[in-house]
């Protein structure tokens, strides 16, 4: 007896681990499916509308259908009819959104500790169904979970692989010839494009050049050693698509110097040096509506150019003690990635030498003009995207572009807008938006799914959901994406999240970990 107890309790532990490690495998896809009672936030601009049924088939959405009106009960007869093998989703009442685009996702990093499945967990637990990676561990490295994503044998967004320009590369990239036979070659690996920091002029016009012949798109972050003589303005004439965060914006907004007002012991691998001078940069450029500011603008907008500004992840910069006391870091944050973060003359990003009022203070400033500029791109008919570039300066995966979303609301777009940026623009920016970016017949089945409201409160996407008193002054915590749907799999985006804590949970036992804050010793 007492063997047939130990066998039965060996079988049931199996039984649980096999339960717990099939945990966050979605459920899917399915010959068909219905989603059924939805209010749908498009990503198109359109108010919310619902309740809503909508019906994939083979992972394509095959009907978007209205099937009443608020406060009126819903007739069968007017629902799509579900098939034998199908499955049904009651989300009645709930908001259904496309799949977010994140168009800054780093995946993870050695020096940050972060593996791929730590973070495309966060990044599905938080809605994010498409990411564009730009530069990473190597286009390699980054095709092949980009293949498994794509044929859902892992847990993950759908990849776009933008390398870093010269990774790979057996010398440093000295002449336009040699850019050009880099990006035929990075373009013949299956990179969907190319990431740059910046280089002398004949090598940007040459990368960017054969880039655009082959069709591929790009991406770059204007680094100060090279913008004073390439800035934004001559990337987007020269053929690129889209600039991260504002390097080389300013620049081009100059009217009385050529160069940023450097002091005269600036030193560019002092990180501090780095970026308490760059959140002076915007006072240094044109002001707000000015010729030279508007000509600029203009131009840019002629240009079909995207900006991606992640304004989140140089948010620390205007509040530090904010980034580095928001509460998902107790639960959500590795150890190795909370070690990168702390104040450090080596780790990129760890500029905390000495950060005080003055500092912050400067950088409230910088995000007021450059919030000016892209709300007032976005309402000339430029094209702002959301990205956020996680991983650094006290931003974490999912959550951190969750937070983007709120600054995008600061600088003053309407929540509309916020998830059009999400959305469409994403995908436009990519040159998917017949794939995604939508919920519109014939395109992938990419969803949201929330409890809340969105556009009443957009910390209701966060994975720790939002604060609220009830009727009965109760303090709950409500929202938190309760499904993401990628290719028609539906994905527990609780579960997932449930799943990061554990292993979070896991590395600090094995550490005897605590997460202190910077200088705390005891």
């Known amino acids: 007896m007492q063997k047939r107890i130990k066998i039965l309790l060996i079988l049931t532990i199996c039984c649980n681990l096999s339960i717990i490690a099939q945990s966050s495998v979605g459920d899917g896809p399915f ?15 359109a108010p919310p ?92 490295f980054t095709l092949d979970l980009k293949r498994k994503s794509a044929n859902n044998e892992i847990v993950a967004p759908r990849i776009m692989a933008y390398t870093g320009f010269g990774q790979g590369s057996d010398a440093v990239i000295s002449t336009p010839e040699m850019a050009r036979e880099w990006v035929r ?32 798109r790009s991406a770059c972050h204007h680094a100060q050693l090279n913008v004073a003589r ?13 600039m991260e965060h504002w390097y080389g914006l300013p620049e ?10 450097y002091p005269l012991d600036y030193n560019y691998n002092n990180e501090q040096h780095r970026f308490e001078e760059a959140g002076k940069l915007w006072q240094q450029a044109a ?23 992640t304004f989140n992840i140089y948010e620390a910069s205007r509040d530090l003690q904010r980034a580095r006391r928001v509460e998902w870091h107790e639960d959500y944050t590795l150890p190795s990635l ?28 910088n995000y007021k003009l450059w919030m000016t500029f892209v709300n007032e791109y976005k309402n000339r008919g430029g094209r702002v995207t959301t990205g956020s570039d996680s991983g650094f300066i006290f931003q974490l995966y999912g959550f951190a572009y969750i937070r983007e979303m709120e600054l995008l609301r600061e600088a003053g777009f309407h929540p509309l807008e916020i998830i059009r940026s999400a959305t469409l623009n994403g995908a436009e920016a990519l040159g998917i938006d017949d794939q995604i970016g939508t919920v519109t017949v014939g395109k992938l089945a990419d969803f949201v799914i929330v409890s ?33 749907i990628k290719d028609g799999i539906i994905y527990d985006a609780k579960a997932l999240l449930k799943e990061v804590k554990q292993m979070v949970d896991a590395e600090k036992d094995r550490l005897n970990y605590q997460i202190k804050q910077p200088g705390i010793q005891e």
């Not at 920091?197 to 050049?209: C, R, S």
């Not at 800035?231 to 020269?238: F, I, T, Y």
């Not at 081009?252 to 007002?261: C, G, S």
């Open 252 to 261: 081009a907004l100059f009217e009385d110097r050529t160069v940023q007002d």
């Open 49 to 140: 509308m619902g309740p809503v049924d909508i019906e994939v088939v083979n992972n394509r959405i095959k009907n978007v259908k209205v099937v009443g009106y608020p406060g009126v009960a819903i007739k069968d007869s007017d629902r799509p009819k579900l098939k034998p093998g199908g499955k049904e989703l009651n989300c009645t009442g709930m908001y259904l959104l496309p799949g977010f685009v994140d168009m800054h996702g780093h995946i993870g990093g050695k020096a940050q500790g972060a593996e791929p499945d730590y973070v495309f967990k966060l990044w599905m637990a938080h809605g994010i169904t498409t990411v564009r990676e730009p530069s990473g561990r190597g286009v390699d």
């Open 31 to 45: 010959s068909q499916l219905i989603i059924r009672g939805v209010t749908l936030i498009n990503g198109n601009g």
């Open 287 to 309: 002001k707000p509506y000015s010729e030279h500011w508007n000509k600029v603008m203009d131009e840019l907008i002629a240009l079909d150019f995207t900006l991606d500004p």
């Open 338 to 365: 909370w070690d990168f973060y702390q104040p450090s003359k080596i780790s990129h990003g760890s500029y905390w030498h000495y950060w005080g009022t003055e500092q912050e203070v400067a950088w409230k400033k």
């Open 185 to 216: 070659n990075n373009a013949k690996k299956g990179a969907d494009g190319i990431k740059l920091f910046g280089a002398p002029p004949e090598i940007m016009t040459a990368a960017l050049d054969e880039n655009k012949k082959l069709g591929l």
């Open 452 to 484: 809340e409201n969105p556009l009443e409160n957009l910390k209701v996407l966060y994975g720790t959901g939002a604060i609220k008193l009830t009727e009965d002054n109760e303090v709950v915590r409500v929202g938190g994406v309760k499904y993401t």
């Open 230 to 242: 390439w800035n934004v303005l001559h990337s987007a004439r020269a053929g690129l698509t889209s």
